[in-house]
């Protein structure tokens, strides 16, 4: 089965911190996305990657960067946290050997709250 | 870019009975998925249904992508089965997200 594990599944930061979310997939997957879930606004794309090194803005980068040095991991980085970021963080991977249209698999999530 | 509806916003059922949900989406699509969130936050997986009828166990998918839709059955509910429902349509290169179905299923 495919697994894709979030490093931490709740976390407390205070305004101004460097905050890292780290994510891993065990299915060589090309394919990784950063979402944000916040209630009312559904799943908004903040990044994603197709392969290492290669990122891509979604819909809501501002505030956000991320890294891709290895094909398992994508790690999202927020430079200085802020309260508007507190939020529900879902990583997630899909294969590109499937076509464009791979099967899309989440992690557990990451429950971060900006004091 | 692409509209995603899902309808209803909510359901309460009663345990045991059935329900059907839907997703309208606005254009052409390569890739339909159905997840539910458990109440913990994570999504799983559901169904992967571009287009036809799937079925496992009690929750069967049907995809027309000609009419750009789709609906989820769930039969006998369960307490188990509440959470929150998503369809995610992939066009262009980016998967596209409804807002979601709460459902309740009462004991």
């Known amino acids: 089965d495919v697994k894709v594990t979030q490093s931490s599944r709740y976390l407390v930061k205070r305004t101004g911190e460097k905050v890292f979310l780290e994510c891993v997939q065990d299915m060589d997957h090309e394919n990784m996305f950063w979402y944000r879930q916040d209630p009312g606004l559904g799943l908004r794309l903040i990044y994603f990657?197709?392969?290492?090194?290669?990122?891509e803005k979604g819909d809501i980068p501002e505030g956000y960067s991320v890294s891709r040095e290895k094909k398992e991991r994508f790690s999202l980085i927020l430079e200085s946290a802020s309260t508007n970021q507190t939020s529900m963080y879902l990583c997630?991977?899909?294969?590109?050997?499937?076509?464009?249209?791979?099967?899309?698999?989440f992690g557990e999530g990451s429950r971060l709250t900006v004091l | 870019g692409i509209q995603v509806e899902q309808s209803p916003p909510d359901l309460i059922l009663q345990e045991g009975a059935n329900s059907t949900l839907r997703c309208n989406f606005s254009d052409s699509v390569n890739n339909l998925q159905w997840f539910h969130q458990n109440p913990w936050g994570q999504l799983i997986n559901l169904f992967y249904?571009?287009?036809g009828t799937k079925q496992n166990g009690r929750l069967s998918a049907t995809t027309v992508a000609t009419e750009r839709y789709s609906l989820l059955y769930i039969s006998s509910s369960q307490t188990t089965d509440s959470g929150v429902y998503f369809c995610a349509v992939y066009t262009g290169n980016q998967f596209y997200f409804g807002t979601g179905t709460s459902l309740t299923v009462i004991p």
């Open positions: 990657s197709y392969d290492v090194k290669m990122k």
């Open positions: 997630a991977s899909s294969s590109l050997m499937a076509g464009p249209t791979g099967e899309l698999f």
């Open positions: 249904i571009p287009s």
